[in-house]
């Protein structure tokens, strides 16, 4: 068996075209325009781009992007003042802090002062609790997409055996959560996991979220499963540099019924579910009807 490739870029494309279609409604219905700040503390190499790339895009789906970059020393005091004023500005409707922060702030109190309405990332105490509880919230962006790829490939998952392997609070822990929503019987599985290869052999579908380059090989997937990467490890081979997720993309794709590549698979759907959730955000603020297909 052959793998057909789930495009995660041209469904990030697909979504950012919703997301922008809605923007423009909104504006000539309602005059709203859904604003999405962006706070950085330091210059974490990674999390510039990240975040140039946010602020692009915000843009580009025709939103209110407002950066906030803060030295690497910044105080917490400060740091919260900020939170403080862009909850109660009604011109934002999305915050995200990138994380990670520099050691010096304490990131669950940075993140628990954001308003839950207004938590993109979903990281707050709230929205956790809301989503562990099956309530309406906002979405962590990563699981948010997978899902997103996962229910336009399978339709239902209803019944479906998923692993997820990783329990990290942005990703793991939110997508079991999102899947067993879904109605599928989930395992978590982690590093203290016994027997992993066993436990991912009886997966429909993996997701494998762990950060760890290549770890899953082929004969740790069942025939015809879908496969899932969240893994985005830099390595170097034959003197290069290269992006692999934390499949063995050669090996499963032979087995796997459906796989993500890395890149182009999750990774695009991420910005493209956070500008999903601050749509999301300003319809809720607003009392409007929020979009079909964006959320969970
Ligand atoms: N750093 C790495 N991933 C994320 C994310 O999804 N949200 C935020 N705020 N920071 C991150």
Known sequence: MTAQIIDGKA??????????????????????????????????????????????QTVEVGMNSYEHKLDADTSEEDLLALIDKLNNDPAVHGILVQLPLPGHLNEDLVINSIDPAKD????????????????????????????????????????????????????GKPMAQL??????????????????????????????????????????????????????????????????GDVDFESASKVAGAITPVPGGVGPMTIACLLANTLTACCRANGLAEPDGLTA
């Open 11 to 56: 469904f990030a494309a697909t979504v950012r075209e919703k997301v922008a279609g809605h923007v423009t409604r909104l504006k000539e219905e309602n005059g709203i325009t859904p604003g999405l700040a962006v706070v950085l503390v330091g210059e974490d190499p990674a999390s510039q781009v990240y975040v140039r790339s946010k602020g692009k």
């Open 120 to 171: 993109v990332d979903g990281f707050h105490i709230s929205n956790v609790g809301l989503l562990g509880t099956g309530q309406k919230s906002m979405v962590p962006c990563t699981p948010l997409g997978c899902l997103m790829m996962l229910r336009d490939h399978h339709g239902s998952l209803s019944g479906l055996n998923a692993v997820v392997i990783g329990r990290s609070n942005i990703v």
């Open 179 to 244: 899947l067993l929503g879904d109605s599928c019987t989930v395992t978590i599985a982690h590093s203290r996991t016994k027997d992993l290869p066993e436990v991912v052999r009886g997966a429909d579908i993996v997701v494998a979220a762990v950060g760890r380059p290549e770890m899953v090989p082929g004969d740790w997937i069942r025939e015809g499963a879908t496969v899932i990467d969240v893994g985005i490890n830099r390595i170097e081979r034959d003197g290069k540099n290269k992006l692999v």
